[in-house]
Every structure is written in C-alpha cells, then in structure tokens.
C-alpha cells in the first residue's frame, strides 16, 4: 500500500485529495494543527465520508520538528503540501503570518523531506494568484509572474523553492500552478462559495441582499475534483515538473452570480449590492491559464463545467440550511 502525507488535509483540496487517493489504495495522513474547537476540524472529511479512514499526525507548519516528525513516522512515498493561508484578502491584514506559513511553512516541509525521506515525491500548491498583473493574455508554465498581494508574494517563494530543491538536489518535487477551483467544500470566505450561500439564504428568505466587491474581475473557474487529480498525476511521472492546471476559459464574478442566482431561479441584479468593504488594495483583474502541457503530458482535462459546479454548490447550500431550518 503506498503511503502519502498531506498537509492541509482539513482544507478544500485536502479532502478531495484525500478522496482520490483512498479509491487509489493508498493508506492516507494528514498533518493535523491544534484547534480549540477540535469538533469542526475535519468537517470537509466528514462531508466526504471519509473522516475515519485518514489518519492524523499533529503538526503544524511553522514547527519543522513536528513535520520531521510527521515524516519518520509515515515513511510517505508521497507529500502533498496543500497547507497554507490561503485567502488573498486576509493575506493583507496578516501578511507575516501568510509569509510564515505559507512561504516558510512550504519551505520547512521540503527541507524535513529533504533530511529524512529524500526519495519521496513533493508536490507544491502553487498559484495562478502567482500571475498576478499578467504578462500574457493566456498563463502557462512560461509566462512571467507578477504577485499582486502578501498571499502571492509567499506561494512565489514556496514555487520557486521547490524548483530550486528539484534542481540542487535531484528532488522528485513538481509545481502544480493551479488557477481557481472551488466546489461545495470551498470556504465560505471566497466568491463563489460566498454567492452560492448568499443565493440560498436569499431563496429561503433568510436574507434579501448580497454585499459584493468588484464584479467585474474574471476568474478561470474549475472543479476542486478534477483538479486534484491533476496533483496526483504529476507526482506519477518519472520527471518531476510544473504545470499549469486551468480550464482555459475566463468568466467575470458579475456572470458567475447572474448563473448562480439563475440557478435557484432568482435575478442577481434584484440582490446584488456593492460595498467597498470587498474592495482589495491591489486586484487581480484577469486570469485565465493555457493548460495544453496538462493536458500533453498528463493527460489531464477538467471534466465538470462551471454551470455544473455552481448549481452542485447551489444545491449543497439549500440543502446545509434546510437543514439548519429543521
Ligand atoms: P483551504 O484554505 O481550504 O485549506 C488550507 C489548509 O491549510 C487547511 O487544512 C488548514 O488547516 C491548513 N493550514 C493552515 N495553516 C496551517 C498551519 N500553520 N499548519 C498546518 N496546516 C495549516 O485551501 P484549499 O484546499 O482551497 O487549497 C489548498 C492549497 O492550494 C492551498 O495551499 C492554497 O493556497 C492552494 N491553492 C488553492 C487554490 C484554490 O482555488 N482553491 C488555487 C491555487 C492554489 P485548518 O483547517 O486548521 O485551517
Ligand atoms: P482569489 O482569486 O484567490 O482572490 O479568490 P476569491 O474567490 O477570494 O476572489 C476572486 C475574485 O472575486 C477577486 O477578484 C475578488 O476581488 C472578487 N470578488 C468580488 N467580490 C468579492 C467578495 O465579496 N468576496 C471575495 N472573496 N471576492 C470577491
């Protein structure tokens, strides 16, 4: 049974990963940071269904002695480094704690690779965020990076890390530089989760508005599912790489909610304010990634379209306060 680590196992993709990688027949751990509030930790494997077959390890990012731990302990074939603050906007109010955990934090866990396991393959969570104010139209492997933000300035230097650990040291260690993807799990802090949840409370009448910030950014949206896969992939290769994981087609936030409220059968424009609260200091105005190397080489395509991932949200949202409702 191959064994695989991953940190950021509570998150978004740790749990899809999680997923992928139990119907694979791997024996999974995830490292495990100490909360007060233990009895939400692991909702999203709960969620999955999955909450008692991963194994935790605690650890956190910044204490490399309970990574080195981590390791010793699992003898992983396999390291997912999905950990991070991962939220651009609070990467602004806390941008040292971004840097240390999701800059140094990445750095701490090549480097206990490095020292205890150094056959095992690392995987990167690097960022479209990375692109920033682009330098192409469309964003591959090639394009120059120009971070717009704390958050993107720390996974530039966690990017080019494990591109300097692959190189110095023969490391299997790939960069995934993977473009916005989200689904039911998504935290509800980003837009779409943010717009899915609005768009539910509004239809349940448990709200009548929907503060947004600028509407007119666009995105390269694609499912959390599909693109764990993608990760899983390129630590399958003989050589390890970076690539580009998008689906190649850019829509603005303002579209996204007008098919999300449609979706539940509502107008946005009845609902959808604007406060200067969601406004950023620097925005990201365009993304939108080529994923022709992905797609050569791994033979990787995203299968679930946008309409199909927003009304799959829609829908889990109804569904979480209908619940809440009973
Ligand atoms: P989430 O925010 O959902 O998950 C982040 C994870 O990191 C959580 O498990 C969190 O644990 C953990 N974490 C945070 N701080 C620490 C710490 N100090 N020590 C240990 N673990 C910590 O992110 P996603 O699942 O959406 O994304 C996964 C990775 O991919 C992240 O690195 C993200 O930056 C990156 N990425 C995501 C994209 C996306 O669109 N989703 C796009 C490109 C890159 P806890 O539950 O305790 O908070
Ligand atoms: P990001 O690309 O990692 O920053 O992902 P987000 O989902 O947080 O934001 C995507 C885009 O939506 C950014 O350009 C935001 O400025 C824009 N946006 C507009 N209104 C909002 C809002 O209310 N919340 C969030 N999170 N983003 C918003």
Known sequence: MPRALITGITGQDGAYLSQLLLEKGYEVFGLLRRSASAEVMGERLRWLGIQDAVRMIDGDLMDMSSIIRALQQVKPEEVYNLGAQSFVRTSWDQPLLTGHV???????????VRLTCPGARFYQASSSEMFGKIQEEMQS????????SPYAVAKLYAHWIT????????????SGI???HESP????????????DGV????????????????????????????????WLMLQQDTPDDYVVATGRTVSVREMCRVAFAAAGLDYRDHV?????FMRPAEVDVLLGDPAKAKAKLGWEPKITLEEMIAEMVEADLARHRARLL
Do not use: C
């Open 273 to 277: 304010t604007q406060d200067p609260r």
């Open 200 to 231: 539910a409370r509004i239809k349940l009448g448990l709200a009548k508005e929907l503060p947004m910030g600028n509407l007119e950014a666009t995105r390269d949206w694609g499912h959390a599912k599909d693109y764990v896969r993608a990760m």
């Open 102 to 112: 999701t800059a140094i934090g990445a750095h701490n866990v090549i480097e206990a």
């Open 178 to 180: 993977l473009f916005n």
């Open 141 to 148: 492997e090639t394009t120059p990076f120009y971070p717009r």
């Open 185 to 196: 799990l998504r935290g509800i802090e980003f837009v779409t989760r943010k717009v899915t």
């Open 163 to 174: 591109v300097n650990y692959r190189e110095s040291f023969g490391m299997h260690a790939s």
